[in-house]
């Protein structure tokens, strides 16, 4: 105890997150080996890892630089793409199952990362609810793209075609690798639960610590006041693209789980549209704006959510709805927050705000 | 003369997201929210009105006065029950994610009320429409309608705006809220009266969109929802005028893009062409600019 009283609170506050990532993970991990849990959240256990480093990698943006991005899925959708189309590739190339996921993650997070900073650099001179529709648009059009996207190889080398598998022109032994719409099939299942841990510990250090770093704090400087943090000479636009890229890069390998863990990738609206970039914004809202580690409880809890309510079959959305509206109005408003802190202080003592 | 016929297919396409625009930069005006679930609504008031017309009967404009009832009052209530508790949040963001529980509530019980299968809708125009230039130009009547439409919604709404005492206080509701309530202006009143003809449109962009594309689930809303809140942003959300215009101009471009250059690739051009705009004018075409204070 000695020794970590000697910590600072932050870094006593980030051990404690790893140690509850590391606790869940061996809870589970028995849980499985002795076979206590269904096949079926077994199965959740590689999603569950994705939503939490997409939560994670999320609030870099929402909650540390304060900007909206409803374009995250795009990032990921990259990040799947390129490493799964390496992974096919390279799939009787290198054996190694460790090896080719280790590279695939490499190429997956680089590309994503590009994307981050080729995608921010206009996208960051904007403000608020117009730069969160431009990440929208964002995410939408690489979605559209990876649609009409063909790629096939032969003995000549690779084919590209927006058009059609016949428009590749391949020879007769050529293979179809990405094929439009019905995407890239045959990427090896190389992502396991342990390397989805490992992946979330990894995001987690790097979110940390670039929140505990100088370039942390100056980023969330210009978060609370951008006309105060260029005055002291911050960097404005070197910080704003430092997280967007580190964010969209993180996301990237969240793509890169998600594609080594199905056999078939394809790109719809539910896995990489709006609809996901909003279903990763609700987990950084509800688990609290900025707080690495609600993040990662509430991306749990809401994926985990409409699993336990399957009982109820068809209106375990609608609960889900229901629940989603309550725990937010219990959350934010201002009233239920009056009431709370009256009938639930427990002790606490509040802390009067510095006027 | 097909060019001529893409053309006006996107300005009736363009005509529906320009009612939906209308609706979502009214409320967006005036509660500074981006309501999500808006593009709900609309399917909520195209199964009012096709439930009315196949269950009940009723003739088609009798089925589009209960659908526009029924969202108005749908949009009073969701406003009240989900939005007004958060209007002083510490974080905007609160109310949008409130906004997404509602559309995800609204998309489930239509789902439990309807079912997954695709309904067809019944067209509310009867009018076969017009045959031009000798039969080479044939326009819908469901096409003229809607155009008509769009263009006496925008005229009424612009004039209530401008020139009454209810629409006055919305712009000075929506101008700053504090001063408006210190002049007698009942804010709460102005905002629910904002959802209330925001979610009216929306029924009625709701029938107009289905009698034109007749396949009615409960995710008809959410595509033209969001393409009608890229409108609202590409004519300057805020602002009544801009949303008309953004709607034309999106309906025009992704039908002139679907026809000439990739019906899959459409919906990108829709959101490339948005990004170029916002890139050249950061506050929309017809958007305000902002003067940051220090």
């Not at chain 2, 053309?7 to 999500?36: D, Q, R, W």
């Not at chain 2, 008509?148 to 005492?165: D, E, P, R, S, Y």
């Amino acid at each position: 105890m000695g020794m970590l009283k000697k910590m600072s609170k932050n870094t006593r506050s980030n051990l404690i997150t790893y140690g509850i990532v590391i606790a869940a993970f061996l809870i589970m991990q028995t849980l499985i080996t002795t076979g206590s849990i269904s096949s079926l959240l077994e199965g959740l256990m590689v999603p569950l890892c994705i939503y939490v480093i997409l939560a994670v990698s999320l609030n870099l943006v929402v909650g540390i630089l304060g900007e909206l991005s409803l374009g995250h899925a795009g990032f990921m959708c990259v990040g799947a793409f390129t490493s799964a189309f390496f992974s096919k590739c390279m799939r009787d190339v290198i054996t190694s199952s460790l090896l080719r996921f280790f590279l695939a993650l490499l190429i997956g997070i680089a590309v994503a990362a590009v994307f981050g900073l080729i995608i921010g650099i206009p996208v960051l001179r904007l403000k608020g609810d117009y730069l969160a529709i431009v990440t929208l648009a964002f995410g939408e059009i690489i979605k559209n793209l990876v649609n009409v996207l063909f790629i096939g190889r032969d003995s000549n080398g690779f084919h590209f075609s927006t058009k059609d598998v016949m428009d590749l022109n391949m020879e007769p032994d050529g293979t179809v690798l990405v094929n439009g719409p019905q995407g890239i099939t045959g990427t090896p299942k190389d992502s396991t639960f342990l390397i989805g841990v490992i992946l979330i510990l990894i995001t987690l250090f790097i979110v940390t610590n670039l929140i505990n770093s100088r370039d942390g704090r100056a980023i969330m400087a210009i978060r609370d006041n951008r006309i105060a943090a260029e005055s002291i000479g911050i960097n404005v636009t070197k910080y704003k693209l430092m997280a967007f890229t580190i964010s969209a890069a993180l996301a990237g390998a969240a793509g890169v789980l998600y594609a080594h863990n199905l056999s078939t990738l394809t790109a719809t609206t539910n896995n990489f549209g709006y609809n996901m970039s909003i279903t990763i914004l609700v987990f950084v809202v509800l688990g609290g704006i900025g707080n690495i580690r609600g993040s990662i409880i509430a991306a749990v809890i809401l994926t985990l959510l409409p699993e336990l309510l399957r009982g109820l079959s068809d209106y375990r959305m609608l609960i889900y709805a229901i629940v989603l509206i309550i725990m937010m109005l219990f959350n934010w408003a201002p009233k239920a927050i009056e009431w709370r802190e009256k009938y639930f202080s427990f002790g606490k003592r509040k802390k009067e705000a510095v006027k | 003369m097909s060019f001529i016929s893409y053309l006006i297919n996107g300005l009736s396409l363009g005509s529906v997201y320009a009612i939906i625009a209308l609706g979502y930069t009214m409320v967006y005006g005036i509660a500074k929210m981006l309501n999500f679930a808006h593009g709900d609504v609309i399917m909520i008031g195209a199964y009012v009105a096709l439930l009315s017309m196949t269950q009940a009967g009723l003739s088609p404009l009798a089925a589009i006065l209960i659908a526009v009832v029924v969202c108005t009052a749908l949009g009073i209530v969701i406003e009240r029950i989900a939005y007004k508790p958060l209007r002083n949040a510490s974080s905007s963001l609160a109310v949008l994610i409130t906004a997404i529980g509602v559309s995800y509530l609204l998309q489930n019980v239509a789902l439990l009320l309807f079912g997954a299968n695709a309904q067809s809708f019944q067209s509310v125009v009867k009018w076969g429409g017009l045959s031009l230039a000798g039969g080479s130009l044939k326009i819908s009547g469901e096409t003229v309608v809607t155009i008509i439409a769009c263009i006496i919604i925008m005229i009424v709404l612009t004039f209530f705006v401008q020139k009454t005492k209810p629409g006055q206080a919305m712009r000075a509701v929506s101008e700053d809220k504090g001063a408006a309530q210190l002049m007698g202006i009942n804010v709460n009143g102005t905002i629910a009266l904002t959802f209330a003809i925001g979610s009216a449109l929306a029924a009625v962009a709701g029938v107009l969109l289905c009698s034109s594309y007749p396949s009615l689930t409960p995710y008809t809303g959410a595509m033209p929802g969001i393409k009608a809140f890229v409108a609202a942003v590409f004519g300057g959300i805020g602002s009544i005028q801009g949303a008309f215009i953004g709607g034309l101009l999106l309906g025009i471009i992704e039908i002139l893009g679907r026809a000439y250059i990739s019906s899959q690739m459409a919906d990108a051009l829709v959101f490339a062409v948005l990004i170029i705009v916002l890139l050249v004018k950061p506050t929309g075409l017809l958007g305000k600019k902002i003067q940051e204070k220090v």
